[in-house]
């Protein structure tokens, strides 16, 4: 049986192995050690804030974080951690998929939905969407593989995604500092 796009299924694959392995982990342990990093731990939780399987445990430590920090510091250093994680998914996917986003760009629903929006729309709802996934907890390889299919230069990603994911954390970290009062 021959994979049609075998690199996304392998990856997806990939998404679905770590998610049953991460979510067997207790991670209840590693609290009080990533709590002992101070804002190391900023970096660190925006680096997993990047990865869809990692999401989540990245919002609940942000969460109980935030009352214990400057959460406009604590959001630009873990802006950074899911600005590295993303220049990581960007450069992976423009060396090593971009023949198999061709091939889907091809597709009959993909082409479909090309020809339903227009012109100038199409130009800035790819980066409107994107920014969205980006922005939040949603897993950034969506957001991130819409903008690496796109012209847009890695300088230019890296402020969007930067400021994106700031963005999303500092809400995060904010929702934390009222809750955990």
């Known amino acids: 049986m021959k994979i049609k796009y075998p690199k996304f299924t392998l990856l997806l694959l990939t998404f679905l192995l770590a998610y049953v392995l991460f979510s067997w982990r207790n991670v209840l342990p590693f609290q009080s050690e990533l709590l002992a990093l101070g804002y190391l731990s900023a970096f660190i939780l925006g680096l997993l804030f990047s990865y869809g399987f990692t999401t989540s445990t990245s919002v609940v430590f942000l969460l109980m974080l935030a009352k ?3 959460i406009f510091l604590f959001a630009a250093i873990a802006g950074m951690g899911a600005l590295t994680s993303d220049l990581v998914l960007f450069t992976f996917i423009r060396s090593s998929f971009m023949d198999e986003v061709k091939e889907m760009s091809n597709e009959k629903p993909v082409k479909k939905l090309r020809h339903m929006i227009h012109g100038h729309l199409k130009k800035y709802l790819l980066p ?3 920014g969205f996934v980006i922005a939040s907890p949603l897993p950034d390889e969506i957001g991130v593989c819409l903008l690496a299919s796109s012209k847009i230069s890695p300088r230019a990603f890296s402020v969007f995604s930067y400021l994106l994911n700031t963005l999303g954390i500092l ?4 929702i ?3 809750v955990y009062v």
């Open 68 to 70: 214990d920090y400057n």
């Open 128 to 130: 409107v969407l994107a």
């Open 171 to 174: 809400v995060i970290l904010a």
């Open 176 to 178: 934390g500092n009222a």
